[in-house]
DNA sequence: TACATTGTTCCGTC
DNA sequence: CGACGGAACAATGT
């Protein structure tokens, strides 16, 4: 699934695929999961793309933008003429190669319109803090989770807590730190929180290494490898300690995580 | 066919 | 009234 790291990737792909091209055709496919014309971008050059959290920003020439939400299994590809289902949109540029928005769930939501007013939109303006940011330490992820009761694993899938961390990250994030993900937030030591904020960025930072390039096979499609080291390996032996991992939904969310490692 | 899957939001309870 | 947490929602492949 998109979480932040496939969204920064997208995000560089997008850079360096449509930053100083000029839109010369816009194909809109689907109607649906679409707020604005995509035509509006329609002879528009592209400034460049920016992320926060798991929504992307393209901002074009004449003030117009695009924001975009990949949901479950949205991925911006490009697009080599060869027939793709799901494709929702397509851009074609003058000089550089063809982009297009792949869905298969249309999960996925874009907005296209006057890129001010797109950066007013909630889904921009509630998020929180990057959680790529360089700041984001132990303290201060304590302090943005704040002293609740409620389970650790549902304040981090809070965009609105720090950004961009999904499913995934948290179960991957929360064994790293050796945190239970049902751990009361009031009950989590500093040290703990330290530990999490190292684990945040070396997830972040090992997700990027593996996946980076032009297209990511997400996991549950087709030939899907799992490069993650906990999530989706329920049974199998903990690698700290041998233990069989345990997998169990949590917040409503499958999780995995070590009895022995991860206590409660 | 029913179900799994996600981020987000709603709503009932304490 | 704020905190909490279960459940609904969107859409579609298996």
Redesign the pocket.
Known sequence: ?P?LPEVEIARRNLQRWLAGARIAAVERV?Q??FEGDPQSLLGHVCFGWERR???LLGRFSGGVGVLS?L??TGKWVRDDGGRR??VRVRLTTDGGPRVALVD????GRTWVGNVDALQRL??WT??GPDALMGALDGPLLASRV??????LK?RL???SVVAG?????VVEVCWRASVHPHA???DIAPAAWVRLAAAIRAHLDFVLEVEDGDEITYL?E?AASNPFVVYGRARQPCPRCAEALVGE?L????SVWCPSCQPS
């Open positions: 699934m979480e689907d649906a999961r959290g798991k929504v939400h949901g479950m289902a799901h298969v769930r249309r999960f909630a889904q509630r998020l704040g002293p609740r009761k409620t389970p549902r899938l809070d965009q961390l999904g499913n995934i990250a009361p937030c009031t549950g087709r939904s917040s409503g969310r499958p």
